[in-house]
Nanobody
Framework: QVQLQESGGGSVQAGGSLRLSCAASGDTASRKWMAWFRQAPGQEREGVAAIFIGTGITTYADSVKGRFTISPDDAKNTVSLQMNSLKPEDTAMYYC?????????????????WGQGTQVTVSS
């Protein structure tokens, strides 16, 4: 199994940027799809972006297309999420996911391993 640790969250004004990182350890050879999810209070966890390690194929939620970029750093076993043009509705706890099993890559049920999360707060 893969252990995941997120970092990089914080508070920013609307229009600003943040970069989240997810450090993977353990059985990193099993990494295939890795993804970022977010969950706001009282809402379901939603997929934000996913990347297939090795090929670099990515997919994004419509709400973040053109603003967020997911990218890997294989040498450091990390996956980053660059978030630009942030909006108040992006405010949420952001989670990194790995150990993909099957299903749609932006569904939380498709992953076995999760980080503890990092808070992102965007003020208007």
């Amino acid at each position: 199994q893969v252990q995941l640790q997120e970092s990089g969250g914080g508070s920013v004004q609307a229009g600003g940027s943040l970069r989240l990182s997810c450090a993977a350890s353990g059985d990193t050879a099993s990494r295939k799809w890795m993804a970022w999810f977010r969950q706001a209070p009282g809402q379901e966890r939603e997929g934000v972006a996913a990347i297939f390690i090795g090929t670099g194929i990515t997919t994004y939620a419509d709400s973040v297309k053109g603003r967020f970029t997911i990218s890997p750093d294989d040498a450091k076993n990390t996956v980053s999420l660059q978030m630009n043009s942030l909006k108040p509705e992006d405010t949420a706890m952001y989670y990194c996911a790995a150990d993909y099993r099957d299903g749609r890559v932006l569904l939380p049920t498709s992953y076995n391993s999760w980080g503890q999360g990092t808070q992102v707060t965007v003020s208007s």
